[in-house]
């Protein structure tokens, strides 16, 4: 039940009091992380089966440039129109990003002293986008498209599936 609370006439400390303790699940998520790194995919879609209710046959781990373009197929004649804002957000996105590019400087501080700051991008980075349950992608936006204008070359994106094993068209 969510308790509606006058924040005048209450304090922090009941603001942010869990009115349950809450569990200690270290050991549990230890467990699945050294499961994942020992034995990988295998791990992983066991863990989605486990806690996304997913059919690990229709499970797939990357998808393929075939499969992107028939989930944009399939966003169009869902939610004609989706795809056109998505693409204007990206836009959007893209040109305030655009702005706040760093350059890197040098000064010479004389008797041979150069100093400065040199702007490098990440080789590689990793995005995580909530769904299943709901689509975001608006994440998929604001966490790629930043990355990309930095100048990162290898973007990754996971996503939980749906109960059929595929991510929704819109992310």
């Given at each position: 039940?969510?308790?509606?609370?006058?924040?005048a006439?209450?304090t922090?400390?009941?603001?942010?009091?869990?009115?349950?303790?809450?569990?200690?699940?270290?050991?549990i998520?230890?467990?699945?992380?050294?499961d994942?790194?020992?034995?990988?995919?295998?791990?992983?879609?066991?863990?989605?089966a486990?806690?996304?209710?997913?059919?690990?046959?229709?499970?797939?781990?990357?998808?393929?440039?075939?499969?992107?373009?028939?989930?944009?197929?399939?966003?169009?004649?869902?939610?004609?129109?989706?795809?056109?804002?998505?693409?204007?957000?990206?836009?959007?996105?893209?040109a305030?990003?655009?702005?706040?590019?760093?350059?890197?400087?040098?000064m010479?501080?004389?008797?041979?002293?150069?100093?400065?700051?040199?702007?490098?991008?990440?080789?590689?980075?990793?995005?995580?986008?909530?769904?299943?349950?709901?689509?975001?992608?608006s994440?998929?936006?604001?966490?790629s498209?930043?990355?990309?204008?930095?100048?990162v070359e290898?973007?990754?994106m996971v996503?939980?599936?749906?109960?059929?094993?595929?991510?929704?068209?819109?992310?």
């Open positions: 039940m969510i308790r509606i609370l006058d924040f006439e209450v922090a400390d009941e603001v942010f009091a869990r009115s349950e303790p809450t569990a200690d699940v270290s050991d998520v230890a467990a699945i992380i050294k994942v790194r020992e034995n990988g995919d295998e791990a992983v879609i066991r863990y989605a486990k806690f996304d209710g997913i059919d690990p046959e229709n499970f797939a781990l990357e998808l393929g440039e075939e499969e992107k373009r028939d989930a944009l197929r399939a966003l169009d004649e869902t939610d004609p129109g989706l795809s056109d804002v998505i693409r204007k957000s990206a836009a959007n996105i893209a305030f990003c655009s702005r706040q590019l760093r350059e890197g400087f040098t010479e501080g004389g008797a041979g002293k150069v100093t400065g700051q040199k702007v490098l991008p990440l080789e590689r980075a990793g995005i995580y986008v909530p769904g299943g349950t709901a689509a975001y992608p994440t998929v936006l604001m966490d498209i930043p990355a990309k204008i930095a100048g290898e973007i990754v996503t939980p599936p749906s109960k059929n094993g595929k991510v929704n068209p819109a992310i």
